[in-house]
């Protein structure tokens, strides 16, 4: 269950050194660490979207990170120029989330991707898929994933 929190803390993007261990003797202060959890969470859902990190720590998935709350969170994927069966990670923000809503950047780009092969992991908190998008698509196109709690 704590393993579980702190890995929904994390995905939330609060910064490593404002993560608070609660229940765990990290703080004499029960009511600051609730206070420190609850302002770096609200920071963490401040920022709603978030962009791609080229890293790569799984072979060659590229992984990003859903920004928002546990609740929903969104995250902006690249297009522009085609792309070609690129593998992606999304860590989510939560454990509960749906499927997501998928919105190009302008109208005249809907139809011009592909998501495949999409599933969720580990416990419902990394959403991978493999993108294709058409060439013609010009630099700097995105779409955006937008997830929410299940209904």
Not at 19 to 43: E, H, I, Q, R
Not at 69 to 80: D, L, T, Y
């Amino acid at each position: 269950m704590t393993a579980r929190r702190l890995l929904t803390l994390a995905a939330a993007g609060a910064a490593a050194t404002t993560l608070v261990f609660t229940g765990c003797g990290g703080s004499s202060d029960p009511a600051a660490s609730t206070a420190d959890t609850a302002a770096a969470a609200s920071t963490a859902a401040a920022d709603t979207t978030a962009t791609t990190d080229t890293t790569s720590t799984s072979g060659t998935a590229k992984q990003v990170d859903c920004v928002g709350a546990e609740e929903a969170c969104s995250v902006k994927i690249p297009i522009g120029g085609g792309v070609s069966n690129q593998a992606y990670e999304v860590a989510l923000t939560g454990t509960n989330l749906g499927e997501p809503t998928i919105t190009p950047d302008t109208a005249t780009d809907k139809g011009a991707y592909d998501l495949s092969d999409a599933t969720f992991t580990t416990g419902g908190s990394i959403y991978s898929f493999t993108l294709n998008s058409v060439q013609s698509l010009p630099e700097g196109a995105y779409i955006t994933l937008n997830f929410a709690t299940k209904k």
